[in-house]
């Protein structure tokens, strides 16, 4: 069984740069959750993508989207990047929406913006 | 909305000492709730649940919580602690209805020492 993989899991951009940070959710997940971890802080919702569609969305501005493929792997891209975006990304897979079912996490994205 | 607040930022402990990590949750609906762990440069893992029955809930590695509705907490305590153990703690919770997302609180660290 391969687990949630992130990749960059180290990357290093300016102010009003743009990034896409790339998720393999866990084999048979069906949906993938982002989370942004800053320094010192719990993980905050960002956004969920259930069978490619977005199915809710944390506090986050517009310039935080997503995709999702029909091997349900995801992307996370953020445009105009600022400073506050520097954090740990999170993403994490689990087998359908329900809430009773465990969400399993990728080791995360690094992000640093200059 | 939710909200998750842990009291301890930062818990040192004496190895094979008693732990107990500190949760207090604010909801206007039903919630689920749960203990992840994340150690160092790693993503996070779930430690227990709580969604129904027993409110003593049991999790891996010896860990257990119990879920308190009148006090609105869901405290995390552990007999004996190990080196191992040293890792950060969050405490969240998600509705019970909906998709599937989780409020975290900031987390506390658990440094155990020999």
């Known amino acids: 069984e391969t687990g949630v993989t992130q990749s960059p899991t180290h990357l290093i951009k300016t102010r009003g740069q743009q990034v896409t940070l790339r998720c393999s959710s866990q084999s048979g997940h069906n949906t993938v959750s982002w989370y942004q971890q800053a320094l010192g802080q719990g993980p905050q919702f960002i956004f969920q993508y259930y069978r490619e569609e977005e199915n809710g969305r944390g506090n986050f501005p517009p310039r935080f989207s997503g995709l999702q493929f029909p091997n349900y792997s995801s992307e996370l891209n953020v445009n105009a990047l600022e400073l506050d975006d520097s954090a740990l990304y999170l993403c994490?897979?689990?087998?359908?929406?329900?809430?009773?079912?465990?969400?399993?996490f990728g080791e995360g994205s690094r992000l640093t913006v200059l | 909305a939710q909200s998750v607040t842990q009291l301890d930022s930062q818990v040192p402990v004496f190895e094979e000492a008693p732990v107990e990590l500190r949760c207090n949750y604010s909801s206007s609906v039903s919630v689920y709730l749960f203990w992840y762990v994340q150690y160092p440069n790693q993503g996070l893992q779930l430690l227990l649940k709580?969604?129904?029955?027993?409110?003593l809930v049991k999790g891996i590695n010896g860990f257990e919580a119990e879920f308190n509705k009148s006090q609105t907490s869901f405290h995390l305590r552990k007999p004996s602690v190990h080196i191992s153990d040293t890792a950060e703690y969050f405490c969240a919770v998600s509705r019970t209805s909906g998709y599937s997302t989780l409020t975290f609180g900031k987390g506390t660290m658990l440094l155990v020492s020999p």
């Open positions: 994490a897979s689990s087998l359908g929406t329900e809430n009773t079912g465990e969400l399993f």
């Open positions: 709580y969604l129904s029955g027993s409110t």
